[in-house]
């Protein structure tokens, strides 16, 4: 389920967005390298599930935590 690796391009927009602003080229061309490992990783990773498929919280008047 590997993805393709992204491009050197698009990994400095990636750099820029979260205030990575002064990294070195060897540094960009580095992520590019892991992107593709860091990815498959988070699609291993199991997900809560939603909301709606959880028993709702219980709501009991007049007790305060």
């Known amino acids: 389920m590997s993805q393709k690796k992204p491009s050197l ?3 400095e927009a ?3 967005r979260y205030g ?5 080229p060897e540094h ?3 992520m ?3 992107a593709v490992y860091v990815g498959d990783l988070g699609c ?3 997900r809560p599930a939603l909301k709606e498929h959880a028993p709702a ?3 009991m008047p007049g007790k305060q935590c």
């Open 28 to 30: 960009i061309a580095r």
């Open 57 to 59: 919280a219980t709501f």
């Open 20 to 24: 990575l602003t002064k990294l070195a």
């Open 9 to 11: 391009v698009e990994i």
């Open 14 to 16: 990636f750099a820029h």
């Open 44 to 46: 291993m990773l199991p």
């Open 32 to 34: 590019a390298e892991l």
